[in-house]
């Protein structure tokens, strides 16, 4: 079975950086990708960042140029680096993955529990 487990977020003021981490695990699974969406209440979950298993970044126009998503593929793990933190960032942050069960070659998105991010302003 495939685990994401979330860490990072946290309390921080305008313009500050924090930086959001997601480890994978599962034994059977290979990670294909992963992206970051977020979510605050009352409001629309929206796709933050995405990274393909080649290497291929993507970003909504709303955090282009402060957020940047990375891997460490040793670690299975991937990375959100927040910079220049706005209080419209307010949100519960989720990384997926689709991973690929080796046992039967079906591939399924999996959702870590999320972790907050609140920006005051």
């Known amino acids: 079975q495939v685990q994401l487990v979330e860490s990072g977020g946290g309390l921080v003021q305008a313009g500050e950086s924090l930086r959001l981490s997601c480890a994978a695990s599962?034994?059977?699974?290979?990670?294909?990708?992963f992206g970051w969406y977020r979510q605050a209440p009352g409001k629309q979950r929206e796709s933050v960042a995405a990274?393909?298993?080649?290497?291929?970044?993507t970003s909504a126009d709303s955090v282009k140029g402060r957020f940047t998503i990375s891997r460490d593929n040793a670690k299975n793990t991937v990375y959100l680096q927040m910079n220049s933190l706005k209080p419209e960032d307010t949100a519960v942050y989720y990384c997926?993955?689709?991973?690929?069960?080796?046992?039967?070659?079906?591939?399924?998105?999996?959702w870590g529990q999320g972790t907050q991010v609140t920006v005051s302003s």
């Open positions: 990274l393909t298993s080649g290497g291929t970044t």
């Open positions: 997926t993955t689709d991973a690929t069960d080796t046992r039967t070659y079906r591939q399924r998105r999996y």
């Open positions: 599962g034994s059977t699974f290979s990670f294909d990708s």
